[in-house]
């Protein structure tokens, strides 16, 4: 009995196991699919309806778009790269990008960009840059995030003060500050953005007129008085008393202090727009305006591209796609979905108008100031900058000293 | 001694050996091959690949034993990997006892003991995204649930994740909550192999449970704690994923946290260095063979079958 | 004398009892530590996104959100999910059931050369980290075109170093009288595997069975990699695609969390009434 059970499982063992061999044979003849890889959920139903409107455009391609989590997203395309099943259109970023143009996983596009109708000055100069290696394009951005200064009314309200404008200071922002922070009911003027850079710490840089990179990216730009200065004002910050400490912020995320109504003002990126505006905390209390001055404006920009894969089996179909998906029409979906910012300077207008309600016109303003986010081969660099970084924010070593020690260690691996 | 239980190995005729090998071979099949194929192959090219200065799309160049040497030499292989150690002599048997003593609490013919284990299997069912995410909510410094009970009995806690003083225990007591579960399984089966028998005439003897526990129980289960403690130690020294979703890159406490699969994964899949990755994981898998190997002779010595 | 006996007896009684006791209140008081977190998790899956995320954190919500189970409903094939895990699960349990319990008997109770190396050899691939092999053995699939496919799923998975071992532990507690009284009967191997060593080891096959599910139902990466449709991937898998790059909606996902686990405490209580003593050998001694 035993063994005609045992049989039985090994018999119904290898069936299973051939049923899923028996794959299909790839459609030669009928439709192309492309496969197109992206990362973010809310995006998804967004893309799926541009695809829609694309396959019926181009009835003879198929779209099959396939989500993975940003965790894991890499990993699982390093994995197809390797194996040869690279999807044929997928979300490329700035920190990974020089990876794969140099190991030419990626198509680089100018031809056909050049015999396109595509108009390059509708999209941000410092994103076409981000993606330029070798002097070939590789894409053309699909959107764009970058920081702008929220704050809450209410609060502002309640102190008695006057919102924040668009030209204010660093120096301002830290006087309302002061004013807005109630340690005893466990509210702050602001909080310190130190556990992103790209949120916090690049903006301040730019804005006190250093960098972070050198344009050749073999050297960091640290050891500067004007670089300092940017990272001085968040230690400046953090001793002011006017933010939680460090300490309570690695447990607390600030922006959920934020929606939470406990901080006044706080630099939030593009990103958060819709989290914070479905927040039911603070729905209708808050608004934005552009990142205070310090030496002048300044801010960080980055966004991501449809990428092609070098090795795709339909370069042609591929190139429809990502084709269509720069145009105008593709960007006004994304518009007005609200999700994200289009990277299509003619449906910023539809962005804006999404939610009415605030100010977002602030972070289309910061544009023409805004420098691209600074990106290497690896992002080695910006774990050994972030891991000093650290440092400096906990009061382990001064700005000088972790300055040195930054350009130090990124020279040392960037200089390789 | 009967005759007929002193069978050894010269006294079978030829043919019984024989067919014994091919009944061992053929029952090994399949397991061996799948793992041969699967993993075996592999673990082998990870070997090769350590030698040579592999990237992310699989071009390399053979560069001998450099990865080893700057091996030797870099500081966060050193921290990382006295951060494990810290983590496995903390973590693994304060589990293994825990396991023990639950399981034999879950083997009382008690009533409700279904609900018990149901309950007590949970951790370990439950996906460690989430679990990383509400522990850490409760040990938040300043609102956690943990703190805020520690406060009223008058104890200031302390910021159990954002401080790197307290964040390995932190560490340890999530680690400990989400292994025992697993544990408890495999030792209440092998609980199940202890005859009842042997304890009821040990309590006509007059022996108290807790010297029923120490002469009958541990020595019978055994193999089984031997098998628990190999696995959990194997376990402990990958450590990796709960640290980085409950403690977080931008912490300071990480620098005390991050274990050396930490280290590997960032080489492998975030810095394009995947033979430095490679050496790392052939470094990795020494230490934990030495110990492995250690406790396989140590067996003799206390493990009974 | 009968008076003595009487007395003895009620003695021991009020003792066991005590014993009894004792155990309730041990296993309730380590129940309050390991309940905590799933009853945060479930009381978080009924909140709404801004009392999740409130500063200082909220014990209860207002409202009991279920609408958040609705929400993961909707925007996953949740059913789907449930399906692909089932059928990975169950076919990669029985097939480590079947394929551990064979090897682990051979090297619990048979001589072949190469036994003890062949052993080691397959202790080692433990001892390295688990995503070593996913690129190796998602190119081996790629060669073979069965990318996206059940199959690739769950071929990996069939064998295992971890059961084998787990196996051989469980085959080494018998007593050698029993199998030397089966081959005095004239068994050959196969046959002293199939009916008298795998019914004792029946706790061992459970315990293997309720890890080999739990591995399968937890498994995140390799579903990720080897399958591109949403529609084919497994419950971890499915549920960690709600999680943004730089926000996470946590009632939703704790909602998500919630219906992974309860699957799995069904067949907990199935399996754990496995766990009940006595059950099995009453072995040659006493």
Sequence with gaps: MKKILLLLMAVLLMASIFVGCSKEEAKEEGPVTLEFALWNKSQEPVMQEIVKVFEAQNPDIKVNVQLTPYKQYWTKMETAATGGTLPDVF?????????????????????????????????????????????????????????????????????????????????????????????????????????????????????????????????????????????????????????????????????????????????????????????????????????????????????????????????????????????????????????????????????????????????????????????????????????????????????????????????????? | MDESTIITKRKLPKKRIKSEHLWAYLLILPTVLGLAIFYVGAFIQNLFYSFTDLGSFGSWSFIGLDNYKRIFSDPEVGKTLSNTFEYVLLSVPLTIFVSIVLAVLLNSKIKGIGFYRTLYFLPAVTMPAAVAMVWKWLFNGNFGLINVMLGKIGIDGPAWIADPNFAMIALVIVAVWMGVGFNMIILLAGLQGIPRSYYEAASIDGASPIHQFFKITLPLLSPSIFFVMIMSLIKAFQIFDIIFLMIGKTSLAIEETKSIVYLFYKYAFEWHDKGYAAAISIVIFFIIMLVTIVQLKLQKKWVNY | MEQRTYKKSIFKKIKNDRYKTYTHLFLIAGLLITITPFFWMVLTSLKTLGESTMVPPKLFPELPQWSNYLEVQNTLPFMKFYLNTFVYTFVRTIGQLLFCSMAGYAFARLEFPFKNAIFVVMLSILMIPGQTFLLPQFMIIAKLKLTNTITALVLPGLFSAFGTFLMKQFFMQIPKELEEAAILDGCNHFQIYSRIMMPIVKPGLTALAITCILDSWNQLMWPLIVNTSIDKMTLSAGLASLKGEHFINYPVNMAGAVLAVLPMIVIFIIFQKQFIEGLSHTGSKG
């Excluded at chain 1, 050198?214 to 008393?241: F, I």
């Excluded at chain 1, 209708?284 to 552009?290: A, N, Y």
């Excluded at chain 1, 801010?299 to 998906?325: D, M, Q, R």
């Design chain 1, 91 to 416: 979300w490329m970023n700035g920190p990974r990008f020089i990876n794969y143009a140099k190991n030419k996983m990626v198509m680089p596009l100018n031809d056909r960009i050049e015999s396109s109708n595509i108009e390059m000055d509708k999209y941000p100069q410092g994103l076409l840059d981000l993606y330029t290696y070798n002097d070939e394009l590789y894409g053309i951005a699909k959107d764009w995030d970058t920081t702008a200064l929220w704050y809450n009314k209410e609060l502002f309200d309640n102190a008695g003060l006057d919102y924040p404008t668009n030209d204010w200071t660093w120096d301002d922002m830290m006087a309302a500050a002061e004013k807005l922070t109630d340690v005893e009911n466990g509210i702050y003027g602001t909080a310190a953005r130190t556990e992103d850079n790209q949120v916090g710490l690049y903006n301040t840089i730019i804005a006190a007129g250093g960098h972070i990179l050198s344009d050749d990216r073999l050297s960091a730009g640290y050891d500067t008085p004007e670089t300092q200065n940017g990272v001085q004002v968040w230690v400046d910050m953090l001793n002011s008393g006017y933010t939680p400490t460090i300490e309570q912020l690695t447990d607390t995320s600030a922006v959920d202090m934020f929606t939470s109504g406990k901080i006044a003002m706080m630099f939030g990126a593009s990103w958060n727009v819709k989290p914070f505006l479905d927040n039911e905390n603070v729905q209708g209390k808050i608004d934005l305006v552009t990142l205070p001055s310090i030496k002048d404006n300044g801010a960080v920009i980055h966004g991501l591209i449809n990428a092609i894969s070098a090795n795709t089996e339909h370069p042609e179909e591929s190139w429809k796609l990502v084709e269509f998906l720069a145009s105008k029409e593709a960007n006004d979906i994304w518009a007005k979905s609200g999700v994200v910012i289009p990277s299509h300077e003619d449906s910023l207008e539809l962005w804006v108008n999404a939610y009415p309600e605030v100010n977002l016109q602030a972070y289309v303003d910061m544009l023409p100031y805004a420098q691209m986010y600074p990106c290497a081969e690896s992002s080695m660099w910006a774990d050994a900058e972030g891991d000093i970084l650290k440092q400096i924010w906990n009061a382990q070593i001064s700005v000088e000293e972790g300055s040195k020690l930054i350009d130090e260690k990124i020279e040392s691996i960037l200089g390789k």
